[in-house]
């Protein structure tokens, strides 16, 4: 099965390679017919260039490049539509800065091609778990989670996780035109759009470390987002538009 991994950039120019070769090590060792799209928001520290010189010297890795940065949300959407227009038949996402371990990446793919139609990297069940998060910002995780579960009766413990494998058909399903959400919102309509379309939700559990290189995206308009979006989702639902 043709799997493409979609690695949205913005200023990630000293975790690209790192990330590149080790998905690409991921790939050979488990016989994956993988790919990596790196959708890169026009970096203004030359990591588009990177991905093109990386792009040039390995068959496996393609290069989207968007003209500003608008979001999570819109990159991801930007790599879905051309993952599935370069054939995949199965879409991953997972981040850049090795806060994803790659090497947990074939777990997912097992879960998604065997039992479910999304796997989910859960940092919320057993074996799952952070490292090198402070207090505050595991709070602010564990109570963007159940806020996000409650108010959508949502059945997944981590329903912001980044980390995840979609079967094709999901992503032709789910209305991908329709998604608005552009921080990390977007994690939790997506999950929430495929639950509601019927399909299986499988959590795999992941440990989730803070990045060593880099500078988090995360700020208040993400957070601020996420509050709203919420509720804007039970109520799109509720009135038949989702």
Known sequence: M????CVPTYNERENLEPMVRALGQVFAEHALDGHILVVDDNSPDGTGAEASRLADELPFVEVLRRERKDGLGPAYLAGFRCALASGADLVAELDCDFSHDPAVLPRLVTAA??????????RYVPEGGTRNWSLVRRAVSRCGAVYARLLLGLPVHDPTSGFKVYRR?????????RISSKGYAFQ???VYRALRAGFVVEEVPIVFTDRAEGGSKMGPEIVLEAITRVPALRLAAFRGRL
């Open 188 to 190: 939790i309509e997506t």
């Open 2 to 5: 043709r799997l493409v991994v």
């Open 169 to 177: 058909r999901v992503l032709e399903t789910i209305a991908l035109e």
């Open 113 to 122: 091609t065997e039992r479910a139609d999304v796997a989910l990297g859960s």
